[in-house]
């Protein structure tokens, strides 16, 4: 974008008829006294009288008008934006154990889908945002730990959330049952190491800065493997102010099918174990709030909750970097113009050196 300084200088043009007037007054004129001119007008002017009177007004009034346009300095503006995050710190932990491969929840069409699936969904939306409620974490940086007997971290804390959604797509339920359990607070202890110093990669960043650090831990069961307690682990998070969501996804009862060969095959409604007890008392040694989702719907809610509770603030401040055009060159629709000074230069000296040399008048 090109634009002045200081536009009102502009109005000094008005002053230009005034150099025309100069050359074509005859009271300025030197004059010679001759018996007769009749010769002389009969030859006419020459093309260098005409020249003297045009063209060299001409020069000295461009000069002049690029001289104003100089002190009304034209200048180029090159609007530089500076977006600063405040962003937050989520490590995301699944549960992965052989539960989670039950069939019981719901999707959106109405189709039966695992609790493992719906996870993947909901926390896809969670990330990236849905259209709906899940307007997506694109400025926060989120991490993926998947524990079933054992806790790995699926990927680290990023701002690249194709990754992390192909990573959280790639968790799969244990193919044997030594690596099968549930490992609660194992999990949790991996979360807040690996959450625990994130503000040390982005310490020289301005752009980006960790206000907050906070892990959303799921399960559908209860800690039956692993060398910590879960309420071990969340004494470690509060001491190093990391807040812990805890979610368990399951509902109330499951179905199973018995029976078989010998006798007639039947359907049977078995609660699902969870402790919530547990659960409950990690989220309140941290700060954080324990939910229940039975449903894919519910869990959708609860994630969108926690949306809610934990944003980022981006703050945008634009700023201009003004190019000077007085003494630069300039392109302008793909033409390259001369400095105006130059320009003017160039016209000061061509109308002296053709006022002095070829349209020079005597006296």
Known sequence: MIGLKHPWLLALV?????????YLST???ATIRFSGVGRLKAAGRSWTVRARLLLLPALRSLAVILIILSVARPQRADETTLVQTEGIAIQLVVDRSSSMNQGDFIDERGQPQTRLDAVKDVVKAFVGGDGGELGGRQNDLIGLI????YADT???????HAHLNRALQNVQIPETRDEDGTAIGDALLLAVERIRNIERRFHEDDAFKVTSRVIVLLTDGMQNRGKYEPQESAEVAAALGVKVYTIGAAPDYTEEQIGGLLFEPMRIRRPVEIDEESLQEVADITGGEYFRAKTESSLREIYAEIDRLERSVIEEERYNVYEELAHEWADVGGIRLPPPLLAALIAVALEIALA????????
């Open 146 to 149: 998947a524990f079933a007997h």
């Open 356 to 363: 002095a040399t070829r349209l020079r008048k005597i006296p």
């Open 27 to 29: 009271r300025r004129r």
């Open 14 to 22: 008005a002053l230009v008829p005034l150099i025309w007037w100069a």
């Open 154 to 160: 699926e990927c680290p804390l990023t701002h690249d």
